[in-house]
């Protein structure tokens, strides 16, 4: 008479199907996330665009503003290319993809805040500056998110069936 008996781990579970419109809201929220961090990644990269340049040299606020902003990039396209395999069984190669974005917004963060950690040019107490060899790091940080993103699509997925 126990009514909560559990279920046998190898008997797949009903559940209701997914309808074709219920990725519309996650796809909706990536879009407005990647705007927002091409916003801040703009603000941050060159604030002149806006009128809001007061130094003649890329400092802190500026490189910890756009960093911020590629973070909102990197999630929003994370989030929208995982909502295209919706239904469908992920491959190995999207999982790569997957780690290459992580992997090169990590380069793109210590590669634009290396004086910040002490690995730049610039010593702590002067002034970090944001330099071509910080600037070529985040382009290679960058590259390698684009890559992540192209390994991230699915040319062929393949239906999940739980037969």
Same mark, same amino acid.
């Given at each position: 008479?126990?009514?909560?008996?559990?279920?046998?781990?190898?008997?797949?579970?009903?559940?209701?199907?997914?309808?074709?419109?219920?990725?519309?809201?996650?796809?909706? +929220?990536? *879009?407005? #996330?990647? /705007? $927002? &961090? @091409?916003?801040?990644?703009?603000? !941050?990269?060159?604030?002149? %665009?806006?009128?809001?340049?007061?130094?003649?040299?890329?400092?802190? +606020?500026? *490189?910890? #503003?756009? /960093? $911020? &902003? @590629?973070?909102?990039?990197?999630? !929003?396209?994370?989030?929208? %290319?995982?909502?295209?395999?919706?239904?469908?069984?992920?491959?190995? +190669?999207?999982?790569?993809?997957?780690?290459?974005?992580?992997?090169?917004?990590?380069?793109?963060?210590?590669?634009?805040?290396?004086?910040?950690?002490?690995?730049?040019?610039?010593?702590?107490?002067?002034?970090?500056?944001?330099?071509?060899?910080?600037?070529?790091?985040?382009?290679?940080?960058?590259?390698?998110?684009?890559?992540?993103?192209?390994?991230?699509?699915?040319?062929?997925?393949?239906?999940?069936?739980?037969?």
């Amino acid at each position: 008479m126990n009514k909560n008996k559990p279920i046998p781990a190898s008997t797949p579970v009903e559940t209701t199907p997914r309808t074709e419109n219920a990725s519309l809201p996650r796809i909706r +929220v990536s *879009i407005s #996330i990647t /705007i $927002i &961090g @091409l916003i801040l990644f703009a603000i !941050g990269a060159k604030p002149a %665009l806006f009128g809001w340049d007061r130094a003649s040299v890329v400092g802190f +606020v500026q *490189i910890a #503003i756009f /960093i $911020i &902003g @590629l973070a909102f990039i990197c999630l !929003g396209g994370y989030m929208g %290319l995982l909502t295209l395999w919706w239904g469908y069984e992920r491959t190995i +190669v999207s999982d790569i993809g997957s780690r290459l974005v992580g992997t090169g917004y990590i380069i793109a963060v210590f590669a634009g805040m290396a004086d910040i950690f002490g690995m730049g040019s610039q010593p702590f107490p002067q002034v970090p500056y944001f330099g071509p060899w910080q600037a070529t790091g985040v382009l290679i940080g960058q590259g390698i998110i684009a890559l992540g993103f192209l390994l991230l699509l699915p040319i062929r997925p393949h239906k999940v069936s739980y037969k």
